[in-house]
T-cell receptor, first 111, second 115 residues
């Protein structure tokens, strides 16, 4: 069945460091892929998405490229800020549009 | 407020009691989803409505769980004879349809604690 695996956290970085959070998936076909973010005390919100192979999603300085060859959708940001501290979830779209989620990666940015 | 709302935000109950949660979607969003999230895990899909029709239920949704969406507006999720293993955050998400993909908007969740 469909599944998502993302790197375990927490990931701790200093401000202005380069960020990569790995996400790989197993799926039938080529589902849409997403990154959601959950800031402390807030609900889940969509960060970026890609709907087909080689698409690059981007938002707020974050990017992720849909790689069907490696079944990956890694999240990257060139220079992180303290305000990026949150839990990041990778997800794919299953049948009937529901989302199938990774376990989440907690990101801690130190000033 | 035009976001997805959920009530109550927190619920503490004793094992064996019934609980009901409510989700009010964004107006005109005809897809509605329920997910469950436990600490340190990603959400798990429970069930999905297109308007008032419940189109899919996860095998996670035991017979003790029932969901409704009368008239395709708000939705309720009821858990009967709660068990300690039901303790989790219950999330509602809604989405417009009509194109191949739209964004799912999440409510703040209802945190259930079963004592």
């Amino acid at each position: 069945g469909n599944s998502v695996t993302q790197m375990e956290g927490p990931v701790t970085l200093s401000e202005e460091a380069f960020l990569t959070i790995n996400c790989t998936y197993t799926a039938t076909g080529y589902p849409s892929l997403f990154w959601y973010v959950q800031y402390p005390g807030e609900g889940l919100q969509l960060l970026l998405k890609a709907t087909k192979a080689d698409d690059k999603g981007s938002n707020k300085g974050f990017e992720a490229t849909y790689r069907k060859e490696t079944t990956s959708f890694h999240l990257e940001k060139g220079s992180v800020q303290v305000s990026d501290s949150a839990v990041y979830f990778c997800a794919l779209e299953g049948s009937n549009y529901q989302l199938i989620w990774g376990a989440g990666t907690k990101l801690i940015i130190k000033p | 407020d035009t976001g997805v709302s959920q009530n109550p935000r927190h619920k503490i109950t004793k094992r064996g009691q019934n609980v009901t949660f409510r989700c009010d979607p964004i107006s005109e969003h005809n897809r509605l989803y329920w997910y469950r999230q436990t600490l340190g895990q990603g959400p798990e899909f429970l069930t999905y409505f297109q308007n008032e029709a419940q189109l899919e239920k996860s095998r996670l949704l035991s017979d003790r769980f029932s969901a409704e969406r009368p008239k395709g507006s708000f939705s309720t999720l009821e858990i009967q004879r709660t068990e300690q293993g039901d303790s989790a955050m219950y999330l509602c998400a809604t989405e417009a349809s009509g194109v191949s993909y739209n964004e799912q908007f999440f409510g703040p969740g209802t945190r259930l604690t079963v004592l």
